[in-house]
């Protein structure tokens, strides 16, 4: 069974930063790109970041780019999103979510830890 | 990195059918066939329900189809269930820039 558990979360001033860590199981986690979305409270879905499995790929969305760093560690099978120079529209319940390796998509997605930007 | 355009709100009595759908560019869902399709449900992570615009994974009904004609996908949930009633989003892929866009979720009440 898949399962993905984030961790990191918390209250952090602007300017601030924090480390987020998605801890997976019940797959080969060398093999899959893994993927950060972001959903604001009351709001919709958006794309953060993806990372292919072997780690030599990154993407990020404009709204990040520059601030946040995607990694992963094949050995602890685990995902990790560095956030830098956060902003209050940085407040979001951020989910790991695990890729197909097609297109982008994603099949398994964890529960999600809350991100709080603000003095 | 625009988002998808979805309806906010579609609705329908149980046993109905009901089309979401999800436009786009030739950027995204008219130029891949890599558009998704995920339920959530309130305080829930999101689960994916279509990929690769028609397929469905394992465990998902077969009450819930996908399609897509040029820049436009569609969800349709058929024999609407109460169990139905959540939040609905389209994502696409958009190439190595972009990467994955995501629409801004439709609400759909079972009435």
């Known amino acids: 069974e898949v399962q993905l558990v984030e961790s990191g979360g918390g209250l952090v001033q602007p300017g601030g930063s924090l480390r987020l860590s998605c801890a997976a199981s019940g797959f080969t986690f060398s093999t899959y790109a893994m993927s950060w979305v972001r959903q604001a409270p009351g709001k919709g879905l958006e794309w953060v970041s993806t990372l292919s499995g072997g780690g030599s790929s990154t993407y990020y969305a404009d709204s990040v780019k520059g601030r946040f760093t995607i990694s992963r560690d094949n050995s602890k099978n685990t995902l990790y999103l560095q956030m830098n120079s956060l902003r209050a529209e940085d407040t979001a319940v951020y989910y790991c979510a695990k890729g197909t390796n097609r297109g982008g998509t994603t099949d398994y997605w964890g529960q999600g830890t809350l991100v709080t930007v603000s003095s | 990195q625009s988002a998808l355009t979805q309806p906010p709100s579609a609705s329908g009595s149980p046993g109905q059918s009901v089309t979401i759908s999800c436009t786009g560019t030739?950027?995204?869902?008219?130029?891949?066939?890599?558009v998704s399709w995920y339920q959530q449900h309130p305080g829930k992570a999101p689960k994916l329900m279509i990929y690769e615009v028609t397929k469905r994974p394992s465990g998902v009904p077969d009450r819930f189809s996908g399609s897509k004609s040029g820049n436009t996908a569609s969800l349709t949930v058929s024999g609407l269930q109460a169990e139905d009633e959540a939040d609905y989003y389209c994502s696409s892929y958009a190439g190595s820039n972009n990467f994955v866009v995501f629409g801004g979720g439709t609400k759909l009440t079972v009435l």
């Open positions: 030739s950027s995204d869902v008219g130029g891949y066939n890599y």
